[in-house]
């Protein structure tokens, strides 16, 4: 924006703030109280200090006059009598225009910067598309046009590199005040960022026929989302899959590669704690109550799959229901269930005949054999934490 300023103090003054007020939204009123009160201050710099001083700016047609206020009667007892007098000099209009330019251009400068804290800050849990402006051990600067975005490493994903001029969605996590411009903390790990983007990408999502009950994320390598439908004739899993996988593609190609599995909510948690160890078939889930905990029974075959490499799988599902999983193969619950019947524990010979449970990074089961009492060898031991 363009302003020209007076040489000297006129209408054409106020014909630049009713220019600032359409263009800016800064009420005229504003500036000319903060610019009364610079001019006092003028005053007493330029023609020294004088007890009482008060600017006056006619709002009609930018006349500024300089009064100076003395007393003229003091009665013990009774109220002072004052007067006014105008002192106004006959040079103030070019100390006056030179002053009211730093003023305007500083409650332009104030106003914008409010006005963008107010634009952001009701965008917090909003998704922005930005560019890379600048990327360092520190932290990467996100320009989002009239401001810039500050993604700090902990909301960055390990496997991506940040390159000048990448263009990037983020979300928004905090939305700060500062003496200069907001400050803005933008994510790429945070769980809305995944929900926002299947809002963009699902129209079902998006008009509320498809709701996203919870999400769990391990940021750049996989997440599950639990959906709902509340229309019968929606599937909410084909909803948010798409056509030949097509919806749920946009969204890990945005995340370059994260694998994403949708599942169907329920409210039921033996159905939902199923549904969540996908794509492992699972055989029984019993509930208990008392510890928040599900005990899955699953085929032999399966069970490397439904606990999934370092136990990522067992681990994302229990972080999107909330329950404790503990995963055991048909066989491992049989021969238990055997045990229980006949009231004898397992003998240690038969404990240590037990193959670990824990995936290897190559996907394949681990060939150490399981420590007495426990499901798993001595270097996966960490693992019996995810299951119990």
Not at 104 to 133: F, H, K, N, P, S
Not at 308 to 328: F, H, M, P, V, Y
Request: proline residues 5%; aromatic residues 4%.
């Amino acid at each position: 924006m363009r302003v020209s300023f007076p040489k000297k103090m006129n209408p054409d003054l106020i014909e630049a703030l009713k220019q600032i007020e359409r263009e800016k939204r800064i009420a005229p009123e504003t500036i000319i109280e903060a610019l009364e009160a610079a001019l006092v201050s003028a005053y007493k710099r330029n023609y020294g200090s004088v007890p009482n001083i008060r600017v006056h700016i006619h709002p009609e047609t930018g006349e500024i006059k300089v009064f100076s206020s003395r007393l003229v009667k003091e009665v013990p007892g009774e109220e002072s009598e004052e007067e006014e007098v105008e002192i106004t000099p006959k040079n103030f209009g070019r100390i006056a225009a030179q002053t009211a330019k730093q003023v305007i251009l500083q409650r332009i400068r104030e106003a914008e910067r409010e006005l963008m804290y107010e634009e952001y800050i009701g965008r917090e849990g909003d998704i922005v598309t930005g560019i890379v402006q600048q990327n360092d051990q520190r932290y990467t600067l996100v320009n989002l046009g009239r401001v810039e975005a500050l993604l700090p490493p902990p909301e960055q994903i390990g496997t991506e590199h940040y390159e000048h001029g990448t263009r990037l969605k983020t979300y928004i996590v905090e939305v700060r005040r500062t003496t200069k411009e907001p400050q803005i903390i933008v994510s790429r790990t945070h769980p809305g960022l995944l929900k926002r983007l299947f809002e963009l990408e699902v129209p079902e999502i998006y008009d509320g026929f498809v709701e996203i009950k919870s999400v769990a994320r391990e940021p750049g390598y996989r997440s599950k989302v639990a959906v709902m439908s509340r229309d019968e004739s929606i599937d909410p899993v084909g909803a948010c899959v798409g056509p030949k996988g097509s919806r749920v593609r946009m969204v890990v190609s945005e995340l370059r590669g994260e694998k994403i599995d949708v599942v169907e909510y329920s409210d039921e948690p033996n159905v939902f704690v199923g549904n969540a160890l996908s794509p492992a078939k699972i055989t029984n889930v019993t509930i208990d109550e008392g510890e928040h905990k599900a005990e899955v029974i699953v085929p032999d075959d399966q069970l490397s799959l439904a606990i999934g490499k370092e136990g990522q799988n067992a681990r994302l599902a229990a972080r999107l229901t909330s329950w404790r999983i503990d995963i055991k193969s048909e066989s491992q619950a049989e021969k238990e269930k055997a045990e229980a019947a006949l009231g004898s524990p397992a003998t240690v010979e038969d404990t240590e005949e037990q193959q670990c449970a824990a995936v290897t990074k190559a996907g394949k089961q681990c060939t150490n054999k399981a420590k007495p009492g426990s499901r798993f060898c001595g270097v996966h031991k960490k693992l019996e934490e995810v299951s119990s």
